[in-house]
DNA sequence: ACGCGCTAACTGATATATCAGAGAATGGGA
DNA sequence: TCCCATTCTCTGATATATCAGTTAGCGCGT
């Protein structure tokens, strides 16, 4: 096993090993480092596997918001080296979902109520454009399944309303909510503005929404509603809807959001709390 | 200098230099790998200064459309190590200015028609909210100076196209357009909607009017009246001064971009390369 | 007792070394 | 002459080691 050697980071046996230039070095191939891998996704480098769980981790609520990470930490818990999680957290910093200091450390991103406004003005950038190309490019068949997944998301809020607060079922709704806005720019027939609603800003409110704001007081045909609107709408009013749309989920997240206590102090954590659950 | 070895990539002389622990490393410090740095602005790490570097010679054209990239030439010739440049080159893709592939190497990005369009639409959505946003919030005294600048970038085009193709000069005019669009989205009060614009999709489209788009007929008040719309009009109005600004402004491009031979292959010298169109 | 400075440990940042795959050049065979 | 396989050298990917800075913890002086 390759981590036996990455699991003594203990800094008092700095011993160098270093094997002799003059020995058996015939044709090489001395370092039997990473022969497992048998995950065999080709588009699955270790840098991108350690960005999905991570990203995992945080989206569920595994990582609370104030929570410190150290990639030595994080590369032995996912059995990799340094430099793929390094790429990992840069990527979700410069996703937003967390924050990192030069020379102090990185924790999950607490964000300001400045923070989230922004990023809620840049949303609606995207999703009202999301909008305006889906009423005018999605198919009948596109719009009507949207109309569709509207109502069947309504449901599931409502059903999330009646008391049975699993955790695990709370994840899923939030994934189907996420899936329903992302269809709408997929609809829409432009990957990159998908891509970047997928990745820029977007995943904080989904994530806030999750982590944030509990109870959600929405009518019950708060999504099909929007649906219609941009099924049937001109790309003006599609636009228009999804604004009000989005502007109604900020008030949301910000009433939430207060409830956030000011617990958001440490960086690094203390000598006790250390190797933490997750 | 710790160079030397790092240009012996040969295979035959693989020898193993290692510094003897014992010798004379009182305190260590044998690595005089980069002293010189008297930029001394504290933001700045290698990583983030290779990254400014080499946008700016792809933004300068001094690596071509097609270019392909060495990590390794390109830690010699900025004087770093590896890594720096890979992160660099990480953000530079994931800005989309560059494209790469697993095992093969890293190109300057050669754009396509669908790449050029969708980008178009993601610029569209976030400039039209910026100009909302300054024609609601920005005082007076900022919507005059914003008027201004648009007189003097429209002189300046004007000044280019009286025949001075001084490649200097047209970097210089160019930035001042990308700042003039910039200026908005600060005036917006938005910083995420500002970096947004910044980073992510729009600032391809400034290097490709100064690589791709070569003649500019302009009429003699393009921008001058785009200021007006966006400092005198309702929300509503600059958003739709400003989309027909862009939608205007992407057209030019795709005519331009027609002009690029398919002097784009070439990863490292290779055949099978689709560019479909364009 | 309280505040200030020192020490130690842990962090990210950087450098270096090694690994494995992809492509082009080249040489041999049909 | 042309095609195919071998080889060689490039690339990015990953791992490991070392550097430099920040901060928590703690002792000492006032």
């Not at 102090?265 to 203390?270: D, H, N, V």
Request: charged residues 30%.
């Amino acid at each position: 096993m390759p981590k036996s050697r990455a699991a003594a980071t203990s800094r008092g046996v700095r011993k160098i090993i270093r094997r002799d230039p003059a020995a058996g070095d015939r044709n090489g191939r001395s370092h039997p480092v990473a022969p497992p891998q048998s995950t065999s996704a080709e588009p699955s480098s270790l840098a991108t596997r350690a960005y999905l769980e991570i990203r995992n981790k945080i989206l569920k609520g595994d990582l609370p918001i104030g929570m410190a990470l150290s990639r030595r930490q994080l590369a032995m818990e996912l059995s990799v080296s340094v430099p793929p999680v390094t790429e990992a957290l840069q990527q979700l910093e410069s996703e937003g979902l967390l924050e990192s200091r030069p020379r102090v450390g990185t924790r999950v991103r607490v964000p300001s109520r400045q923070d989230v406004e922004d990023r809620s003005l840049v949303r609606e950038a995207l999703e009202t454009q999301a909008a305006r190309l889906f009423a005018e490019r999605a198919p009948a068949a596109e719009k009507e399944d949207l109309r569709r997944r509207g109502r069947e998301l309504d449901r599931l809020y409502a059903q999330c309303e009646t008391g049975s607060v699993d955790r695990e079922f709370l994840f899923s709704v939030n994934s189907f909510h996420l899936d329903f806005h992302l269809r709408i720019a997929d609809c829409a027939r432009c990957p990159a503005l998908r891509h970047a609603i997928e990745k820029e800003q977007v995943l904080i409110f989904y994530w806030l929404y999750d982590t944030a704001v509990e109870r959600r007081n929405l009518s019950s045909d708060y999504h099909a509603r929007l649906a219609d609107a941009l099924a049937r709408g001109t790309p003006e009013a599609a636009d228009s809807a999804m604004r009000h749309h989005i502007r109604h989920g900020l008030q949301e997240v910000l009433a939430g959001l207060k409830h956030l206590g000011k617990s958001a102090g440490a960086w690094r954590l203390k000598k006790h709390e250390r190797t933490s659950d997750l």
